[in-house]
Structures are given as structure tokens and as C-alpha cells.
């Protein structure tokens, strides 16, 4: 067995930290940092003492698609857990991304958040951080072994002054699937720059076939590609720590260019008709049922992708985000560190809590295994991907993890939500409507200093 090592680099804060993936491929046996040997530790309590009492914990979590391989894991471990805990329920309040961000931001106001949370890293996560909202999880992490059960410094993305608040299930990078068969019915074949992709799409559309497919209704997933087409014409990573920095601006000729292509690509007729309707789930499952020839998404879509029809005898590959006006390299990739769990500093029981949540991420990365959802997340894995039968499709995903040089994080993981919201309006706007690159630049400078 040869093993590969996968290596990205991404902003963590201010400084960059090195995030290490392996895998064996082909018919060998293949491991996400399988060295690391925790995620096969023994999940018991977190504090080691159990109430007798019954107790209710709420469980926030962003696994609404029943068809997706997480929705069904989250269920068994909630249910495995409850048969050795008879006084503990679990309350699973399920919900799609953007609905639960606005629902936790309800909540954080009133300081009324749920037993368990979703945050997602670095920025976004720092105002809830600074509100005081979260329990420390530094030495529930330290027993039975659950901090070395991650990927080395992605914690890191969730610590704030020395303290971590919530822990990843997923670390991931910006990928193009596509549908074989719809793109060889089309006549076009997979695109190394952005002006074949443009070409694709037209042609695509000129034959009656959807080219590409969004969720836009949760707005982040068009600021997700947009960000994808900035790091190829900016010709590199870094572009928004450099406006944090000074050394840039929103009008520089990289953002604008990046807005001419995004509108380029809504123009060519890319995405569905009323793609702002559609949320992330949505979005996704008009590939799924092979609605579309390309979908740009997170590698965490894979294991859903994997196990849908539209996946039946390989028909679905991967490729990397091509080249953008000649700039632009496709070893550097969106990347993801995964949304997290935290737990309320409030919790009427939170040692119940904590042992729940211990129980849980402990399970997480052989149950996900299990269902064929693990490429991606954010723990150690141990086991033969080939031999499980993950798709050749998801074996070209854990291929492409090898090739990672580096890369940039969401836009909303790396600025302040004022000057994060101006984004996601003023890119979702151009999904129903043609604007001036320039102007639109502008106006995200003028929100990017009213927010300071």
C-alpha cells in the first residue's frame, strides 16, 4: 500500500495554518490522516459522571436532506445514544443553512441558543464568541482522545484567545461535478479555462440541456463560486486580507474583473431559471436527479452526489475550477473548514451536553464512513475507501485533495457581517439583473468602510 499525502493551506484568522490530508487510492486502502488513530477511540462521557434525571437536549443541526448520507448518521448515533442514555432525549431542530444562521442570530439576541449550535469558523464565528454565548471545550477535547481524532490545526480555526468553542464536521475544498452523459449529449467536453466553460454552458443551453444548477435562495453559494472566480483573476490567494491590510481595495481590477466574469457566466444562461428561488438543497437535488451537466459546490456534496441515481454506473466526475482570462492556478481552491458545533454557556445540563456532543463526534467519522459520506470532513478516517465502495467519483476528490497548493477562504469566514452582507445582496442581485462591474465594486468598497 503506498500512502499520499494531501496537503491545503488556507487564512485562519491572520495567519495561515496547514491543514493535512492523506489517502490511499486505487485498490489500496485509503485514510484521511489515518495516523492520527483517535477516531477509533472508546466514545464515553465527557465528564465521566451521568445524571439520573431526565434531561432534554436540543440538537441544531444543518442536515434537512434525508436522501444526504449525514442525515442518516446524525439519526443513528442520536438513536444509539438514547438506548445507552434512557434518561436523556435528544430534540433535533433540523434546519437548511441560511434558515438556521438567521434562527441562531434570533436566539443569540434574546440568549435563548439551543443546547447544541452550528457556527461556522473564524469570522462569523467571532461575534457570537465575543457575546460570551459558548462553553469552553478545552478539556472535553483532551479526554478519550477526542482532539487528536482531527486533522492537525483545524481546530485552530474555532479557538479564540486560547480557547476552542466548537468542533468541525467538515474540511473541504470548491470542486465542479458533472454529469457524463448530459455533457457527452451536449457535445462538450470538460473545461480547463473559464472561456470553455462560457462556451459550454452556451452550447449546452443551445440543445435544450441545463448547463449548471445553484441553490441561490441561500446566498452564500453564489458567493462561494464568485470568491473561486476572485482567486483565479486575482491571480492568487490573499486578495481580501489584502483590503484588511490596506493594500487593496474593492475597486481594485481583480474584484472587478472577478464581477464581469460571475455576470458573464449568469448571462451565458448557466443557471436554472429563478436560481434566487431555490435553496441549497434544491439547488443540489436538480443534479442529483440529473437535471444539470455541472454543479460547483463543496467537496462535502460528494457523499450526497455519490449515493443518488444521477451517480448510477459512474456517470458523475470532478474537475477543478479552470483558469479565469489566463489567470489564476487550479491547484489553489476555495477552502472550507467545516461548520461546528458548539455548545450554550447557558445549557441548563451542560455536562449532559458535553457528553452527548463527546459521544457524538467520537462516533462521526466511522458512521460516516459507514454511509459513504466521509470525504471531507474534518477527522481522522480509518478505512479502505476502494474496498468500502466509494465511487471512482469520490476517489477523484480525494485525488484532488492531494493537489492543493493553497487557496482562500468564504468571504463570510474571513469578513465582518456588515461588510459580509453587502456581498451576499450585491452578488445574489446579479442573478436577476445586469450590472456595472465598476459600480458594483464600488459599492462594496462603501460598505467595506462603513463597516469598519
Not at 434537512?64 to 438513536?79: C, R, Y
Request: with cysteine; glycine share 10%.
Amino acid at each position: 500500500m503506498t500512502q499520499r499525502k494531501m496537503k491545503w493551506f488556507g487564512l485562519a484568522m491572520t495567519s495561515i495554518l496547514a491543514v493535512s490530508l492523506s489517502a490511499c487510492g486505487g485498490g489500496g486502502s485509503a485514510a484521511t490522516n489515518a495516523s492520527g488513530g483517535g477516531a477509533s477511540a472508546e466514545p464515553t462521557g465527557g465528564d465521566g459522571s451521568k445524571s439520573a434525571e431526565n434531561v432534554t437536549i436540543t440538537f441544531q443541526n444543518i442536515f434537512p436532506d434525508a436522501s444526504d448520507p449525514k442525515n442518516k448518521m446524525l439519526k443513528k448515533i442520536v438513536a444509539q445514544y438514547e438506548s445507552e442514555n434512557q434518561n436523556v432525549k435528544i430534540e433535533l431542530d433540523t434546519l437548511n443553512t441560511d434558515q438556521q444562521k438567521l434562527k441562531l442570530k434570533t436566539q443569540a439576541a434574546s440568549k435563548e441558543v439551543p443546547d447544541i449550535t452550528v457556527v461556522n469558523p473564524a469570522a462569523q464565528m467571532q461575534p457570537f464568541v465575543d457575546a460570551d454565548l459558548f462553553a469552553p471545550l478545552n478539556d472535553m477535547v483532551e479526554e478519550n482522545g477526542l482532539k487528536d481524532t482531527f486533522q492537525s490545526g483545524l481546530l485552530d480555526y474555532y479557538t479564540f484567545d486560547g480557547n476552542l468553542y466548537a468542533l468541525p464536521d467538515g474540511n473541504n475544498i470548491g470542486v465542479v461535478y458533472y454529469n457524463k452523459k448530459l455533457m457527452e449529449e451536449g457535445g462538450v467536453e470538460v473545461p480547463t479555462t473559464f472561456e470553455e466553460m462560457i462556451e459550454a454552458v452556451k452550447t449546452l443551453k443551445s440543445k435544450g440541456i441545463q448547463p449548471m444548477v445553484i441553490g441561490e435562495k441561500d446566498s452564500w453559494t453564489g458567493s462561494f463560486l464568485f470568491m473561486n472566480i476572485l482567486l483565479r483573476t486575482n491571480d492568487g490567494p490573499g486578495f481580501l486580507q489584502d483590503v484588511m491590510d490596506g493594500k487593496k481595495t474593492f475597486e481594485d481590477p481583480a474584484y472587478v474583473e472577478a464581477i464581469a466574469a460571475f455576470q458573464e457566466l449568469v448571462q451565458a444562461g448557466a443557471f436554472q431559471d429563478g436560481a434566487t428561488s431555490f435553496d441549497y438543497n434544491a439547488g443540489e437535488n436538480l443534479f442529483k436527479t440529473g437535471k444539470a451537466a455541472m454543479y460547483y459546490m463543496g467537496s462535502w456534496a460528494t457523499g450526497g452526489i455519490e449515493t443518488a441515481e444521477v451517480s448510477k454506473d459512474g456517470n458523475v466526475g470532478v474537475f477543478q475550477f479552470p483558469t479565469v482570462n489566463g489567470k489564476g492556478d487550479p491547484d489553489e481552491f476555495m477552502l472550507a473548514p467545516g461548520s461546528a458545533f458548539a455548545i450554550s454557556k447557558d445549557s441548563e445540563h451542560l455536562e449532559e451536553t458535553k457528553d452527548f456532543l463527546n459521544y457524538f463526534m467520537l462516533k462521526f467519522p466511522q458512521e460516516a464512513f459507514d454511509v459513504k459520506g466521509a470525504v471531507g470532513i474534518a477527522q481522522n478516517v480509518e478505512g479502505d475507501f476502494k474496498a468500502a465502495g466509494y465511487s471512482d467519483m469520490a476517489m477523484d476528490v480525494l485525488d484532488l485533495f492531494e493537489k492543493v497548493k493553497g487557496g482562500d477562504l468564504a468571504f463570510d469566514n474571513t469578513m465582518n457581517p456588515g461588510t459580509t452582507q453587502a456581498h451576499l445582496s450585491g452578488t445574489q442581485s446579479l442573478f436577476v439583473e445586469q450590472k456595472d462591474p465598476a459600480a458594483v465594486a464600488k459599492e462594496q468598497q462603501a460598505a467595506y468602510e462603513d463597516n469598519k
